[in-house]
């Protein structure tokens, strides 16, 4: 378990651009309060360090801002927690406007406490009064302004999150049937967009290639029409913060009408993959939702587990996005399903 998450740590890493050197782990009760790791862990990492010439050390975990300082000390060189990375990631990624404005909102709120020493206690002493102005700290400064970003960013996205409601209305008016895709983080969300549409969503072999919902208007086979919307990657541990901050991107999976879920079949633990979305989407109160399971990579995988699934439920499809394998099979059971749920919607609403 610790190997696969350091695993993923490593494309993490890989994917924010850095060359990963080494790894390590230790094994305790609790963390240390001060330093997260044990003092003997924190000299082998500082010896590892210099012998690699390493410039920063990642942990995977979320460490406090002492934790954060205290190591920087100890070991000399930039620490980023696995919160901090998934942030650069989503930074370097983010492409629409709400999609920025939310990485700076996670940014900011994530870098507010990790400000330096003691800024807030001159204006404590003080009351507050006479202490603002000229004689206010560089710090508090800095902490005001942050917290007036974060209070500016807060209300547009507000107001962007209003338009999309508007937006999500005239769709629903228009009733054309939305299907949001979901999955685990590189399982080819973007590549089946990208097969079903010519949209061309930026398609990679890294991580969170998508930030964004990114939805495209498709005409099915019996010329019907749909919206697809491709949602941002789900990864095993994915920091708390950020599931608050990209919600909004989420919504659009409990507004859709029927839910693609896209598993990479050629991943040795496609299951807990699967697991983990599950997991998202029952936090997010999506569980309930018409899903059909498609399992992509089909070219690649040969996996019996697979194929007992692809013959046990009828509400799955194996496909190749990549070659365009099983896609007019796909379309089919979309358009059955979604046909199949208009009637159910009819036989409820009188
Ligand atoms: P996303 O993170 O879910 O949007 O995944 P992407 O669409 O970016 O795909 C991730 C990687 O998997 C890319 O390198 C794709 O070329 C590859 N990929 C996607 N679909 C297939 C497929 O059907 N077969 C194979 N072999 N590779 C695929």
Redesign the pocket.
């Known amino acids: 378990d610790v190997q696969d998450s350091l695993r993923e740590l490593k494309q993490l890493a890989e994917t924010a651009g850095a060359l990963v050197t080494g790894m390590t782990w230790q094994k305790r009760d609790k963390p240390d309060a001060a330093l997260f790791i044990g003092k003997g862990k924190v000299e082998e990492i500082n010896h590892l360090r210099q012998e690699q010439r390493a410039s920063i050390v990642i942990f995977d975990d979320e460490l406090s801002p002492a934790q954060q300082r205290n190591l920087e000390h100890e070991l000399g060189c930039k620490i980023v927690d696995r919160t901090a990375l998934i942030l650069d990631i989503f930074a370097q990624r983010a492409r629409s406007h709400e999609g920025k404005l939310q990485v700076e909102l996670a940014q900011l709120r994530y870098n507010l406490p990790r400000l330096g020493g003691q800024g807030l206690v001159l204006s404590r002493l003080g009351g507050g009064i006479g202490t603002r102005g000229p004689g206010e700290t560089k710090l508090e400064v800095d902490r005001r302004r942050i917290r007036s970003r974060i209070s500016d960013i807060e209300q547009e996205i507000e107001s962007i999150r209003k338009q999309r409601i508007l937006q999500r209305k005239r769709r629903i008016n228009s009733r054309i049937p939305t299907v949001a895709l979901v999955?685990y983080?590189?399982?080819?969300?973007?590549?089946l967009l990208n097969a079903l549409t010519a949209a061309g969503v930026l398609?990679?072999?890294k991580l969170f290639?998508?930030l964004d919902p990114t939805t495209r208007r498709i005409t099915l086979p019996n010329s019907q029409e749909m919206l697809l919307t491709d949602t941002v990657?789900f990864i095993q541990k994915l920091p708390h913060q950020l599931i608050a901050a990209f919600r909004a991107t989420l919504e659009e999976v409990l507004e859709a009408d029927l839910i693609l879920h896209?598993v990479d079949a050629?991943h040795t633990r496609f299951q807990e993959q699967m697991k983990a979305v599950h997991d998202v989407l029952r936090k997010l109160g999506a569980d309930n939702k018409l899903t059909l399971t498609v399992y992509?990579?089909m070219?690649?995988a040969q996996n019996p587990l697979v194929t007992e699934q692809l013959q046990s439920d009828a509400a799955s499809v194996g496909i190749?996005?990549?070659?365009g394998h099983g896609l007019p099979e796909l379309l089919d059971l979309i358009q059955q399903t979604l046909r199949q749920s208009k009637v159910d919607i009819e036989l409820v609403i009188p």
Do not use: H, M
Not at 185 to 191: D, L, P, R, V
């Open positions: 999955g983080t590189n399982a080819g969300k973007s590549t398609a990679e072999n290639a998508t990657g896209i050629s992509n990579k070219d690649t190749s996005a990549l070659s």
